[in-house]
């Protein structure tokens, strides 16, 4: 089990904003992907129950709905439904869970795909104007309004525009982009290794947040006011080095699996990984324990230095 012995009174302020710092690029990601607030709360109850259940009993004794909701504050009608769902792969009640609450975005463009209000002659989503200019014509607008009242069509237009999900026309009427139903052909990949190593990441830092030994290595270095120049040199250098590490690693962990073969307890998974990220401007640092604005990582001599967890 992940995470200090017992259960702290109030979760400790410092944590909170740890995560909170760590769930903004989660919560960009998940918006541009159309994955609204109905769906990642349904996904978090679902995962909340099950991490529960899995790493928090009691020992010698059964894990009740009772329990789970106190550890979690999921409903214990939802705790229910969840622990008596049949069994499926791992993530599958979740997605199932998730599905069951898809994002105004998304229910739009289905309609507009599915609905035969909203489709020519030949089966294919319709030009659409902005907004209803006769009676009963089918529009953007009638389009959004058919499924929600609560939210402006220009401003959920505004946002489909932006995406590439929609285009307008010269003369103003407005395309489903082919792209808004065609699927990636490179997510599904991208997607797993999202999950995994983001995954496997958050796991070695909470293990040594909660205080976990041995700790994981885990070691970072952030360096700002550099020019466009100095990131691109210090990429093509991380890129080089990194992989050199990563084909060494390889290397010796293919030699130890070959002579691990047969061993009753060849049964441990390892994953060594690498990753750097650059941006244009400063991103705004929440309070740190020196105070608001600063960053405990930084070495004030020098601008930057390797953050050590």
Do not use: C
């Amino acid at each position: 089990m992940v995470g200090p012995p017992g259960q702290p009174a109030a979760p400790p302020p410092p944590v909170l904003t740890a995560v909170r710092r760590v769930l903004v690029p989660l919560v960009r990601t998940l918006i541009g992907f159309g994955i609204s607030w109905p769906m990642l709360a349904n996904l978090l109850k679902s995962v909340y129950v099950e991490v529960a259940e899995r790493a928090f009993a009691l020992p010698g004794k059964q894990m009740t709905d009772s329990r789970i909701t106190l550890l979690t504050g999921v409903h214990r009608k939802d705790v229910s439904q969840f622990r008596n769902a049949p069994a499926k792969a791992d993530g599958a009640v979740a997605e199932e869970a998730a599905a069951a609450a898809p994002s105004l975005g998304s229910q739009v463009l289905s309609r507009w795909l599915a609905h035969s209000d909203y489709r020519d002659a030949d089966g294919r989503p319709r030009a659409l104007p902005r907004s209803t200019r006769t009676g009963g014509e089918a529009s953007f607008e009638t389009l959004v309004t058919g499924i929600s009242k609560d939210i402006r069509p220009r401003a959920l237009l505004d946002e489909l525009l932006h995406a590439g999900l929609v285009a307008e026309r010269a003369d103003g009427l407005l395309d489903l982009v082919e792209a808004a139903h065609v699927p990636r052909g490179d997510l599904d990949k991208l997607a797993y290794y999202y999950g995994r190593n983001l995954a496997d990441h958050l796991a070695a830092s909470g293990h040594n947040l909660a205080g976990g030994l041995p700790p994981f290595l885990e070691r970072a270095l952030a360096y700002d006011g550099l020019s466009p120049e100095s990131i691109a040199v210090l990429r093509g250098e991380a890129d080089r080095m990194g992989m050199a590490m990563l084909v060494e690693l390889n290397r010796m962990a293919a030699d130890l699996a070959d002579g691990d073969a047969g061993r009753d307890d060849a049964r441990h998974r390892f994953i060594a990984g690498l990753y750097l990220y650059d941006e244009g401007e400063a991103p705004s640092v929440p309070t740190g324990p020196a105070g608001p604005g600063a960053d405990p990582d930084r070495d004030p001599a020098t601008g930057g230095g390797a953050a050590a967890s």
